[in-house]
């Protein structure tokens, strides 16, 4: 459960710091999503980012990740800036480097689950046989063994999500982002994926930004953050 504090890791050197948004401001049209929010996530570290409906936090996840360029300010990850590299180059990170869950998982409806969870490890050009037989390692773990060729519309919420989880975290991703990963379940199931998630996270080292409105699920994390339109108000690791 959480340890955080407004404070927690002020003085933490930057070199432990694997991800930083410096002052970044994003527009859509005429419309603000962020105006200078600034924080970062140390190396290990599981972030929850919270704030209610609207105020951003998913877009600061998204430009993070190198999914959305910011107008103004800075991010950079493993201290260096990602938001002046081209697409394909961050294309390369977010397959490379991070990992990702959604709200609704987002699984390939036409593949099987242990295809879903070998995806990431495919498309990075890893042998079939290595990737599956690291898939079926996942399964073990998350408790989903059986389940391999079952496809997504076989699967309960539940199991589903597991499987996402497992298809982030299969390429061990120095970073892992997850969307609301429990939004669309109940509390039981939700609880047992956040348990799942932190032992996987903790095992690996792995970085995890976590954007939630559930004070039930950031209690999982060691610290959080709150975002208010488009700032964050609580909670920076910058001095």
């Not at 997504?152 to 919420?157: D, K, Q, R, V, W």
């Not at 799942?196 to 209690?219: F, G, I, K, W, Y």
Request: aromatic content about 4%; hydrophobic content about 40%.
């Amino acid at each position: 459960m959480s340890t955080s504090s407004s404070s927690a890791g002020s003085d933490q050197p930057a070199a432990a710091r694997v991800l930083e948004a410096r002052e970044v401001s994003l527009s859509f049209g005429q419309t603000p999503a962020l105006r200078g929010a600034s924080m970062s996530v140390a190396t290990g570290e599981i972030l929850a980012v919270m704030g209610p409906s609207g105020s951003g936090k998913s877009t600061l996840l998204h430009c993070l990740a190198g999914i959305l360029l910011p107008d103004t300010g800075e991010i950079r990850f493993a201290g260096r800036r990602i938001d002046y590299l081209g697409e394909n180059v961050r294309t390369g990170m977010r397959r490379d480097r991070f990992g990702f869950v959604f709200q609704f998982g987002q699984l390939v409806p036409e593949l099987s689950v242990e295809e879903n969870i070998a995806l990431p490890l495919l498309l990075k050009g890893t042998r079939r046989a290595d990737a599956v037989s690291r898939a079926r390692g996942w399964l073990e773990r998350l408790d989903l063994a059986g389940l391999e060729r079952r496809r997504c519309g076989e699967l309960s919420g539940g199991q589903a999500q597991r499987v996402a989880l497992a298809r982030g975290l299969v390429t061990d991703p120095e970073v892992l982002f997850a969307d609301e990963p429990t939004g669309s379940l109940d509390s039981l199931t939700g609880e047992r994926v956040m348990d799942l998630l932190v032992v996987a996270a903790r095992e690996q080292n792995t970085s995890v930004v976590l954007v939630t409105h559930d004070p039930r699920v950031a209690a999982y994390a060691d610290r959080e953050i709150m975002v208010r339109d488009g700032k964050v108000t609580s909670g920076e690791l910058i001095p």
